[in-house]
């Protein structure tokens, strides 16, 4: 599977052989103008992190920085800072207001940090009484900065960047970098550039904390980081770190009892693979992003959207026809079926319902959660209902491990925070 910005960056460095200069000159500057040629620039020079970087730039070891709105430094440098897994124990439970907005509002990134700020996530992770000041597109000021490995300064001036939130109190800003998914990696530059210019911009007046937020569904991950050596972008560390659960004030405990006593739902289409997709927030996320886009979704819509690396292009749309929520249609699209318009429009309290309601009626779902419920081996309970299944008893023995791994997933997430 090859997205059009992997296309684009094979065809940049067949034209300016931009590893071969970089191999040799430790660096290639790249301006829009030359990106303009064959990808929109914003289009291919947006790398959040390093499971969705570009085959291109994996491959020969290079990272890519903006310096300015029309210049890009390639180089052999790694930017990417791993997000740690979440505490353990339970989740802190915080009570989102049942507000029209937040319930009912585009599933956006702004909508998670308001949801984050509102339950009072936020301000009990920071500790501070918390007001949104600012969000939104701005420009970097001038400052220079070293990374690791890399032998010169890098020069920023006049570089975009985004706010998701800045949240102020008497003493702080708070600048939130928020995704609607929590990934393995994601771009330091995202907070590193934020916490340089509203530094020079606060004339020290505030402290500037830095916080990464990952949303899937109703699990919240917070994390603060902070530059040991501020000059440095490299040089983060986590100092913080907690993981909440996010409830509507009219949400309930979703019975699994009940649930999986109810008649099982046949899967309706006939050429859907059994579903490699572990994560089942993330069935959700690639729904909102259909509506989002208006009812359909390309696999190149999937890869270029930052959200899945290469390999998940065509397993999470796939885990959704699987579901009954997308539907194939000619020119290798996929359109939301009616149960996925209706899924898409619901609160996200009311979206994960829906989706563990569906988990529970899918045969070899239902298994795996009976089996864990048993303290039973769930993963070898659905390799043997897979390979007795009339429809599906002909795969290899690798490709039914794998498939049992995602029931076994899918279950797991129905019981979390769920009653059985």
Known sequence: MTGKNETAWKKLDDKYEIAQVVESDKFFTLDVEQIREFREPRLLTKVDSRETQPEFLTENGLGILPLSRSRFLIAQIDTFAEVPKAPAGDAVQMTVPDLVGLTSGPKSETTSVLRALHSG???????????????????????????????????????????????????????????????ATFNLRQIYYPFRTWGNLSERTHEIRNVFMGVEGDELLLLEYQFENPDVMTSSKVIKSERYQLMSSEAKKFDVREATAAQLIRVKADDVPLPQADSASRILTIINLANDLGGYISKDDVVDSELFDIRQAGYYPNAAVYLGYFERVPGGLFRLSQSGVKIAQRSTSAQIEGLKRRLCGDEFTRKAILALLSHDDAKGRVESAIRGSRRWGSLSSSTVERRAQTFVSWAKWVLRGSDF
Do not use: W, Y
Not at 123 to 128: A, D, I, R, T
Not at 136 to 147: A, C, H, L, N
């Open 121 to 183: 996530a936020l301000s009990h992770f920071l500790g501070e009484d918390l007001k949104i000041t600012t969000f939104g597109r701005m420009g970097t000021g001038s400052f220079k900065f070293g990374i690791d490995g890399f032998p010169h300064p890098v020069e920023v001036n006049g570089a975009q960047i985004e706010i998701d939130a800045g949240l102020e109190s008497g003493r702080s800003l708070c600048l939130v970098e928020a995704k609607n998914r929590i990934p």
